[in-house]
């Protein structure tokens, strides 16, 4: 399971009630805080998720309605100890960027109570653990290095309690082995194997985020059977000159590719201001259905959903 809660949804610059690109997805101890647009050291306050754990920042592009707030964010974690290192991942052009706006604007020359690790993103996996892996891949918007990324759950087998009670499997670190691929031997000599005991291989959920993006063809391999796709609407239909121009896209653009790629759910965000989400949620959900746009402190949560699980049929739908 992952827990999504979006801190800024609108697009270049602020409205009333929509802040800069930022988000923070959640999974187990881990939380990675997506994009740090501007005002979002205060979004993060409002939304009670706070500054706790926050120790990884992916970066979609370096535009400045992405970035601005980890001048801010890094200046309070300077002077503040409860966070001892923050690591920063995204592309080259972008970390430069970043790295200016840290070391020659908000720092320069001061020390800083707190380490930073810059990453540099390459497409492929960021970081694995047991439970999920992490993957970055290419998006194109305007200029390089502009990235996506992909939280996936791993497959696991469900222990099953009431067979391994029948069975005779004290509770005790018995389970434990069985659920690692561990026959064990019971104290009157029977083996139980660990297919006795563990159900059929469980998908786990996919949460595809794509931050701007002026194209969408090639998200559809990386976003496929995605259970909840999020990604820009800049734009409506009607502007859709203006999407190609600046490298965005349209409302229906994103719903095509969620429609293509077979995901359960499409959360749009980065709205312009210029657009009224009514008219943004109508022109997705034309094409796809099970489409919301997200406002500032909506939270979401990623689950699998057994019944629904179709392997993912992306190319016979391409
Ligand atoms: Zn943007
Ligand atoms: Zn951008």
């Known amino acids: 399971m992952f827990e999504l809660i979006f801190l800024g949804t609108s697009a270049s610059a602020p409205s009333v009630h929509r802040g800069l690109s930022a988000a923070m997805i959640l999974h187990k101890e881990h939380r990675f805080l997506i994009d740090c647009g501007e005002g979002t050291q205060r979004q993060l306050l409002k939304s009670g998720l706070g500054f706790r754990r926050l120790d990884k920042v992916l970066l979609t592009h ?12 890094v200046s309070t974690f300077s002077r503040w100890e409860a966070i001892d290192r923050l690591s920063i991942w995204g592309g080259r052009w972008t970390l430069g960027r970043v790295e200016d706006l840290i070391y020659r604007v908000v720092l320069r020359g001061a020390r800083a109570l707190l380490e930073i690790e810059f990453h540099e993103i390459e497409p492929g996996v960021l970081m694995e653990s047991d439970t999920f892996t992490l993957r970055a891949f290419p998006v194109s918007h305007r200029g390089a290095d502009c990235f996506g990324f992909t939280f996936e759950e791993k497959e696991r087998r ?20 069985l659920v690692q691929g561990q026959a064990i031997t019971l104290d009157d000599g029977r083996v139980v194997q660990p297919d006795d005991v563990l159900g059929e291989w469980q998908p786990g959920a996919k949460l595809a985020f794509v931050g701007d993006a002026g194209r969408t063809d090639n998200l ?50 980065h709205l312009s201001r210029r657009n009224r989400e009514r008219d943004v949620l109508d022109e997705a959900k034309a094409i796809f259905p099970n489409t919301v746009v997200a406002r500032d402190f909506d939270r979401f949560r990623v689950v699998k959903e057994k019944k629904s699980y179709t392997g993912g049929s992306c190319a016979s739908n391409s």
Not at 62 to 73: E, Q, S, T
Not at 162 to 177: F, I, M
């Open 220 to 269: 559809v391999d990386e976003t496929c059977a995605a259970d909840m796709l999020v990604i820009e609407a800049t734009y409506l239909h009607h502007e859709a000159d203006m999407a190609r121009e600046f490298g965005h896209l349209t409302a229906r653009q994103a719903a095509k590719l969620a429609r293509r790629a077979d995901v359960k759910q499409l959360v749009l965000t």
């Open 62 to 73: 370096g535009h400045l309605d992405h970035i601005l707030g980890l001048g801010g964010l």
């Open 158 to 177: 469900p222990f099953l309690a009431e067979k391994a009670k029948a069975l005779g499997v004290p509770a005790g670190p018995e389970r434990k082995w």
